[in-house]
Every structure is written in structure tokens, then in C-alpha cells.
């Protein structure tokens, strides 16, 4: 699961429009038994990694996500990690709006 936040920095008119975006109401304790997220995510790629790491063969990173939340293969999933994506500059904003509404 993705998430994008917004405090207000992006100006009136960014605002508005995250503000009628439809997002998920996840219920933390229910829903996840651990929680990413991934502060200053750019374009989303080190979340894609977690959930599609099969696409990333080599990246560093996805041998310490096996050891925290078990391995992974394109048959089964991750459904017990919510993660969410915080990034605060404008330019990756559209490709994070895609992905979360996926």
C-alpha cells in the first residue's frame, strides 16, 4: 500500500487535488503486521523493491528485506507490510499519484 502526505508545502492548488483523492483507510494493528516507510522516496523504487524484488536482481537492499520480512517470490506476496512513501519534492508527486491509485 502506498500513501503520499502533505503538510500544506506544495501550495493551495496541490493541496485541493490530494485532498479529493481517494486513499484507503488502513487500520495499522489489523491490517499490518509491519510497517515501511520509506522518507524521501523519490519515485517509489526501493517500495517496488520490497513488494517486486525479482525485478531488482542485486539491489543491496533486498537481502535485509528477506532477514525483516521473509522472502519473497512473484507466486506469493507481502500482504502483512503496509508501506507508505513520503517525499516532499514536486517533481515526483505524478508518478507517486499513479502508483497509489493502482
Known amino acids: 500500500m502506498f500513501g503520499i502526505w502533505?503538510?500544506?508545502?506544495?501550495?493551495p492548488a496541490l493541496d485541493r487535488a490530494l485532498n479529493e483523492?481517494?486513499?484507503?483507510?488502513i487500520d495499522v494493528n489489523q491490517d499490518c503486521k509491519y510497517v515501511?516507510?520509506?522518507?524521501?522516496?523519490?519515485k517509489g523504487v526501493q517500495i517496488r523493491k520490497?513488494?517486486?524484488p525479482w525485478l531488482y536482481p542485486g539491489a543491496a537492499i533486498i537481502p535485509f528485506?528477506?532477514?525483516?520480512?521473509?522472502?519473497i517470490t512473484q507466486y506469493s506476496r507481502r500482504g502483512d507490510v503496509c508501506s507508505f512513501g513520503f517525499e516532499q519534492r514536486t517533481i515526483f508527486l505524478s508518478s507517486q499519484c499513479n502508483k497509489g491509485n493502482k
Request: glycine share 14%; aromatic share 18%.
Open 65 to 71: 528485506f528477506d532477514t525483516l520480512f521473509g522472502k
Open 50 to 52: 520490497l513488494y517486486e
Open 21 to 25: 483523492m481517494q486513499s484507503p483507510t
Open 36 to 42: 515501511y516507510l520509506d522518507l524521501g522516496s523519490n
Open 6 to 11: 502533505s503538510l500544506g508545502l506544495f501550495g
